[in-house]
């Protein structure tokens, strides 16, 4: 009895694998006409046309491109901590983190700058420097959907803390932008923070840029503890993360296309 069970296995595996057998030659017929198919076309000028149409569709994306702009750079090194971190460094190492969260989930993102420097020519004049940097950052702005422009801020009283978000008045979708931001912060990681959102009226960049814009103060480089964890890498990557989730929250509530 035994043997028979075994046997009977024995030939249902034969079987199974004939029929495995046979399938895998009718996929392989297929894949031949397929290709006899394909070069026919291409003789025939089909194929180029398929391939374009194929090409085009998938570099369609609705999602918006973000310009991420780390504040100062080079010469101008923006706010020093009382531990002595540079804010240009600072707003450099936070912005390539957001860059990476967006970058990981299938986001085109721009960078004003990904080194320590300022972004005028060689031959600018030092007293028009800075200004020349600003106008080109607002150029820059001009390649992307969204733009937040990333600094630290400084108070000559110690006691002062926390991220604060300013918004273009320029456009209406800013003042959400900002609150979605501001919120997310303080809900991750700042939950004494009481700031509230401003208006950027008056500031540079904000009063010539068109597209949903803020300006992130993500935190007080006067203040020990706040400039401690500044210098913390982990605490960046969590920074990162939280204004990250905001923007994209606010591109699905915006319903993007």
């Not at 983190?97 to 986001?107: A, D, P, S, T, W």
Request: glycine content about 6%; charged content about 25%; aromatic content about 8%.
């Amino acid at each position: 009895m035994f043997l028979r069970i075994c046997r009977s296995c024995f030939m249902k595996r034969i079987l199974i694998k004939k029929l495995i057998g046979n399938f895998a030659l009718i996929f392989s017929i297929l894949a031949v006409c397929v290709s006899v198919a394909a070069v026919s076309a291409e003789k025939n000028g089909v194929a180029d046309v398929w391939e374009e149409e194929t090409e085009s569709k998938e570099e369609v994306s609705t999602l918006p491109i973000i310009v991420i702009d780390p504040g100062h750079g080079g010469a101008d090194c923006g706010a020093v901590g009382i531990n002595g971190l540079l804010e240009k460094d600072v707003n450099l190492r936070l912005s390539r983190l957001i860059q990476k969260e967006f970058e990981r989930v299938g986001y085109k993102v721009a960078m004003t700058r990904t080194e320590d420097i300022l972004l005028t020519d060689e031959g600018v004049a030092h007293t028009t420097k800075k200004s020349a940097d600003l106008a080109a950052r607002v150029k820059a702005a001009e390649k992307g959907d969204i733009f937040i422009s990333v600094h630290m801020n400084k108070f000559p009283e110690e006691k002062y803390s926390g991220a604060q978000i300013y918004y273009s008045v320029n456009n209406e979708k800013s003042k959400t932008l900002a609150e979605m931001i501001q919120k997310a912060i303080v809900n991750g990681l700042q939950p004494q923070n009481n700031r509230v959102i401003k208006s950027g009226e008056g500031l540079y960049l904000l009063d010539r840029i068109d597209i949903p814009a803020v300006i992130a103060e993500c935190g007080f480089l006067s203040n020990g503890a706040e400039a401690e964890l500044l210098k913390d890498e982990e605490y960046l990557k969590s920074l990162a993360f939280e204004i990250f989730s905001a923007i994209d929250d606010f591109v699905v509530e915006c319903e993007w296309e």
